[in-house]
């Protein structure tokens, strides 16, 4: 896309960690991101979805719809194996709506308080949707794994990063840069593949 002007995508999200996310990650593609909150869409439907993609395609599809533009999101979460995968797609509400993520790491941590290091692994999933308003959807998935240490260590980043010690780092998210989480994150690696899908014809009906 080199030369023509850059397209603007509406970024379907309320999170602000996410948003410097994907706005470093989709640097120099020629795509600029728009809040969603700045275009005045300040809601989106619950998220109801048993999956991921079900999720990421409310947040999308639903701004592609309202908005009349193409749209990005992610749905997200956190699988720890001591807790058969949980909280998975439901991170953003484990322990009640409404927690800080502060809050939110210590109900994680007294779910886990009897489970030894060996058994503390864990994964993030990312489930990036792009959605026109034509109707056409694309999704790439990101994976990354890790241990959900005792306490909180790092300042950085937001939800469950100050326990999420990446098995690529050996640090946890939060003790990362931004460039150095992005390199191995779920989120990051999602966002990997969605870059490389842009330079090729599959990415037309979301350019024009
Ligand atoms: P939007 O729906 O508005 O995008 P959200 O925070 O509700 O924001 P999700 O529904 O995808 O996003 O919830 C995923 C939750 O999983 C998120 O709130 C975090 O608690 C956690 N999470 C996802 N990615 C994370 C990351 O990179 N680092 C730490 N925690 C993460």
Redesign the pocket.
């Known amino acids: 896309m080199t030369g023509a002007a850059p397209l603007r995508w509406v970024l379907a999200?309320?999170?602000s960690?996410?948003v410097r996310e994907f706005a470093a990650a989709l640097e120099g593609t020629g795509i600029r991101l728009a809040a969603a909150g700045d275009l005045g869409l300040e809601r989106?439907p619950p998220?109801t979805g048993a999956t991921y993609e079900e999720?990421a395609l409310g947040?999308a599809g639903y701004a592609a719809a309202t908005l009349g533009r193409v749209a990005i999101?992610?749905?997200?979460?956190?699988e720890v194996d001591a807790l058969g995968g949980a909280p998975g797609v439901r991170?953003?509400r484990f322990g009640g709506p409404g927690l800080t993520?502060g809050e939110?790491i210590a109900h994680l941590l007294d779910r886990l308080k009897h489970v030894p290091m060996p058994q503390r692994t864990a994964r993030?999933v990312?489930v990036v949707v792009v959605a026109a308003p034509s109707g056409a959807v694309a999704t790439f998935e990101g994976r990354t794994e890790g241990v959900i240490l005792h306490g909180p260590r790092g300042d950085d980043?937001?939800?469950?990063?100050p326990v999420?010690r990446s098995l690529d780092l050996g640090v946890t998210?939060a003790e990362a840069t931004l460039a150095e989480k992005q390199g191995v994150?779920?989120?990051g690696r999602a966002l990997a593949e969605l870059r490389a899908w842009l330079a090729g014809p599959d990415a037309e009906p979301f350019l024009g």
Do not use: I
């Not at 999101?73 to 956190?78: I, K, N, T, Y």
């Not at 980043?157 to 990063?161: C, R």
């Open positions: 999200t309320l999170n960690g996410k989106f998220e999720n947040k999101a992610d749905d997200s979460g956190l991170s953003a993520d939110r993030f990312s980043g937001f939800g469950y990063d999420f998210f994150s779920h989120r």
